[in-house]
Structures are given as structure tokens and as C-alpha cells.
């Protein structure tokens, strides 16, 4: 029993409390960022994170509408996320140095991958440069291999022939053939066709996800200890290692008794960090960064591909304008970087894709690292994680035409009008006005491979096979879990191989270099 005389000493104790936590609501620089989606008093906030996770979507257009060109606030269920969406703060956060807003802390915090890869792995981050620039300066010559990996994978799961149709799960035929081809040049042969490697490279990133819905119960000081003794994403990581050992020593083997002399050496991935790898113990941090190699590769490659693919198979009247340049690029050049470089309309596709639908309905991630004033005022304080507001970006009527119209020529269109228009609207370009693959010196580093595969599945499949929705004839609608945008979950498509043209484009690969 509580002596009642203690009884007005508590109360007043629970007073002071709640007046001091107001006092610190109300003086946070976040209190004064419109909120959206709910109300920013605390607790009840709670109840717009719940609303946060099913419409989404509709919360951050909300917040578009009536705050645009500003900040606003969304709550989370741990934390507020601030939106940006004009052009001159989206500039300004992308210019700012990483002690000042950081890409790597932003991702860190969402994913906690420091409490289940090597530490080192994060910290050291060189993988990411050999992505960037090794990666993307040797397309001209592993291009060719991914096509060769695409006309091995293809047939196996996408197992159509001449004269009758097939339906086939598109999503996950995909995710089986992108990580095939990427690990082609991400580990090269045989091992980028051993089955049970590939399937731990695409169940990674369900493991990580779970890992992480399960530590975010948990205060930041225990997550290492749970991680530590029960993860999905670590168990994957030192089956990994065991995979990989054989053949990182059979490399060094190699590398030891030919040095510079050894002429065959494979030019891959693997190779690559094993080069650059500067500690003895070298197993497992080459193969984690393999596996976060392909944890950013597959899964965004095959539901950019997949969604694409599938509107394609539902809009069939543009199936043919497609084919038609594919067949003509493909019969002048081979299939080189060249080739695909000049399959505008494929290109196009892809661009108005992400603009159009996207995998997220954010981009240019960021957490805060120190106090900073935007350009118009703001004030962001440390530790507050800021995003642009993507989807709204993408469907600007004042900078796209009818944003809300998926036009498959829209920027092979706009590439038609002149040399500067030409570079802005490839792909793989970012801008303020487009950034599914983020802006700034933190874009996707591996966003031009990822570019030039996703055209040569697409192109190997148009030019090699007809097709057309399968299912009840249409792909199903795009739903929004939170940031998310889940594609179909079971989009069927029948397939039917195509007979040779009279240039015999659709069963020749050209394995030639720019």
C-alpha cells in the first residue's frame, strides 16, 4: 500500500514530468515541421504510424499537396521521417558532405547490417568504388558474357517452344535469370550456376528483412547480442563463406605461382575484392560483400524488369515498334554495350517504368549527422533520417506531360530533340526530377550494369519469344506497403518461342566487344 501522504508528492512528480516533456516536445526543431498523416503529440503520433503503414501512398501525397516545396513530417513507428520535394532542397541535401547527411548511417539504421555482417565489412566499404568504377568501365567486356549466361538461364526458366504457349511466373523466372546473368560477372563460372549459392543470394534478403523486424523490438544496445546468437542473414553468410573458400583458394593458388603472368585470370567480381581485400582474414568479409553485392542487384533488377516486362505483355501494340528497333540495332552491332546503348525505345521503357511505378516511394536517403539548416530555413537536428518524396517527384505535371500516363516513348521522345536531351534522358541519368537511382556522388553506383542487363534480358526476350498476360489477361495492380510498392504477387505471362527472323537475329549471339 502507497502511504497516502506520498500520494500528492507523486502526482506532482508525474507533473513535473509531463511538463517537462512538453517543454522538450515543444522546443525539438521537429515540432515545427508540418506533420502529415497524423497528429505530433506525443503518443498519439503512434496511431499515424499505424495509418503510415497501410496508405502510405496516400499520406506522402497528402503532404505534397498541401506543403510543396517545404518539409514535412510523416511519423514512423520509431522514429519521424521528413520529406523533401523541391528541386532546390533535394540540391541541397545532395551536395552536403557525409558528416552532414549520411547515405551509409541512413541505410545502417533501417537495415541494422552492422549487427549482422562484419563491421569492417560497412566501415570499409571499397566494394562499393570497384562497383563504380572497375564495374562500370569493364562493361564493353563482360556484356557479352551476361548474354551468353541469358541464353543458358532463359530456356530453363522460361521454358517455352515454337508452336504452343507457356505460362510462366514472370517475378520469380526473373529473380532466378538476373541472378544468374549478375552473378556471371559477380563470381563467374561454374560457381554463378551453382543452385544452392544462388538460392542464398536471393533468400538474403527475405533473411536480413526478418532479422530486422525482429532486433526493431529490441533497445539498440542488445541488438548486437541477439544478432550474435540468432540470425537468419548470418547463418546465410557462413554458408556463403563455405561456398566461396574453395575457390577464393584456388585463386590465390593461382595468383601466387603466375602473379601478373597468370593470362587467364578471371575478370570478375570475385577477383576484384579479393585483390583489394587487405586483411589476411579474407574469407568472410569477400563473401559478404558478395552477398550485399547481390542483396542491391537481384532484387531490384527483377522487379524493375518484371514490372516493365509486364506492362509490356499487357500493352502488346508497342511489342512490335520494340522488336523492330532490337532486330535492327541487334543486326548492325551484336550484342555489345554499343548495341544496347542505341535500343532507345527499350531504354525509354525502362526510364518511364521507374518514373512511373518505381520500387519505392522515396529516394536520396539521408540521416542527419550534425544540426543543419536547410536552404529555406529548415532546421534538421542530428539523428533525423530525410528523404525526398519520389513518387510525387515522378508525376510533376510541370515538368512531365499527362505524369499520370504511362508513355513507353516518353524520353526516347525527348532524347530525339537535340545532344543535351539525348544524355539527360537515358536510363541510367539522375536529376532532380528523376531519382529512383538517388542523385548526387550517391547514386547507385551500380546502376549502368544493371541498366545494360535489365535491356539485354528484355531484348533477348522480345527478339526470342511472343507473349502475352496470361492469368485472367491482366497484370494485377501495383500495392504499397509503407515506403514499398509490392508488385503482382503471382503475374502470370505465356511464352511461346519465336521462329528465326529472315536475319536470324533471334537465335544469334554475337559475343563480340565494342
Known amino acids: 500500500m502507497i502511504d497516502s501522504a506520498l500520494v500528492p508528492d507523486l502526482w ?7 511538463v517537462l516533456y512538453l517543454v522538450k516536445w515543444r522546443l525539438d526543431p521537429l515540432y515545427h515541421i ?9 503518443l498519439l503520433s503512434y496511431i499515424g504510424a499505424r495509418k503510415f503503414v497501410h496508405r502510405g501512398k496516400d499520406v506522402i501525397q497528402e503532404g505534397y499537396r498541401k506543403h510543396h516545396g517545404r518539409a514535412f513530417k510523416v511519423p514512423m513507428m520509431d522514429k519521424w521521417k521528413v520529406f523533401v520535394s523541391s528541386p532546390e532542397l533535394l540540391d541541397d541535401i545532395r551536395r552536403r558532405p557525409d558528416d552532414e547527411v549520411s547515405l551509409t548511417e541512413s ?19 571499397y566494394h562499393i568504388d570497384i562497383i563504380k568504377e572497375k564495374l562500370t568501365r569493364s562493361l564493353p567486356a563482360v556484356l557479352p558474357h551476361v548474354v551468353d549466361e541469358l541464353r543458358l538461364a532463359v530456356p530453363e526458366h522460361i521454358p ?16 532466378q535469370i538476373v541472378a544468374r546473368a549478375s552473378n556471371r560477372v559477380f563470381v563467374g563460372e561454374p560457381l554463378c550456376r551453382n543452385e544452392e549459392f544462388l538460392a542464398l543470394m536471393i533468400r538474403f534478403a527475405v533473411d536480413l528483412w526478418k532479422d530486422r523486424a525482429r532486433l526493431g523490438w529490441f533497445p539498440q544496445f542488445l541488438k548486437p547480442y541477439l544478432s550474435m546468437s540468432y540470425s537468419l542473414a548470418r547463418r546465410s553468410l557462413r554458408r556463403n563463406k563455405e561456398i566461396l573458400q574453395p575457390v577464393i583458394d584456388e585463386r590465390k ?19 576484384w575484392f579479393i585483390e583489394a581485400q587487405e586483411t589476411e582474414d579474407q574469407y568472410q568479409k569477400v563473401a559478404d560483400k558478395i552477398v550485399l553485392t547481390n542483396f542491391a542487384a537481384i532484387h531490384t533488377s527483377s522487379i524493375t524488369g518484371s514490372v516493365s516486362f509486364l506492362w509490356l505483355a499487357d500493352h502488346p501494340q508497342y511489342i512490335e515498334p520494340i522488336r523492330d528497333e532490337i532486330e535492327e540495332v541487334v543486326s548492325r552491332n551484336g550484342w555489345t554495350k554499343a548495341a544496347l546503348g542505341k535500343m532507345w525505345k527499350l531504354d525509354s521503357l525502362l526510364k518511364e517504368s521507374q518514373r512511373r511505378q518505381g520500387f519505392n516511394l522515396a529516394s536520396l536517403r539521408r ?8 536552404c529555406d530555413g529548415t532546421v534538421l537536428p542530428r539523428g533525423t533520417d530525410v528523404v525526398a518524396a519520389a513518387y510525387d517527384i515522378h508525376h510533376n505535371a510541370a515538368k512531365y506531360e499527362d505524369p499520370y500516363v504511362f508513355d513507353p516513348f516518353r524520353f526516347s521522345r525527348m532524347r530525339a530533340e537535340s545532344e543535351e536531351e539525348r544524355v539527360k534522358n537515358q536510363f541510367v541519368n539522375t536529376s532532380v526530377d528523376y531519382i529512383p537511382f538517388g542523385h548526387g556522388k550517391h547514386a547507385c553506383p551500380g546502376r549502368f550494369f544493371a541498366a545494360n542487363e535489365l535491356k539485354a534480358l528484355l531484348a533477348y526476350l522480345i527478339l526470342n519469344y ?13 500495392t504499397y506497403q509503407g515506403l514499398l510498392v509490392i508488385p503482382p504477387a503471382n503475374p502470370m505471362v505465356k511464352f511461346r518461342k519465336r521462329e528465326p527472323t529472315h536475319h536470324g537475329i533471334a537465335t544469334q549471339h554475337v559475343m563480340s566487344h565494342d
Do not use: Y
Not at 593458388?253 to 567480381?269: L, Q
Open 466 to 478: 511472343d507473349f502475352k498476360m496470361g492469368g485472367d489477361g491482366h497484370a494485377g495492380p501495383l
Open 160 to 175: 517455352a517452344v515454337s508452336g504452343e504457349w507457356t505460362e510462366v511466373n514472370v517475378l520469380g523466372a526473373f529473380r
Open 34 to 42: 508540418p506533420t502529415v498523416g497524423g497528429t505530433s503529440l506525443p
Open 107 to 125: 541505410v545502417e539504421a533501417d537495415l541494422q547490417i552492422r549487427n549482422i555482417v562484419d563491421r569492417e565489412v560497412v566501415d570499409n566499404p
Open 253 to 271: 593458388v593461382m595468383m601466387e605461382k603466375w602473379g601478373d603472368d597468370w593470362t587467364d585470370k578471371p575478370n570478375d567480381m570475385l577477383q
Open 367 to 374: 540521416k542527419v549527422m550534425k544540426d543543419i539548416t536547410l
Open 12 to 18: 506532482a512528480g508525474v507533473a513535473i514530468f509531463v
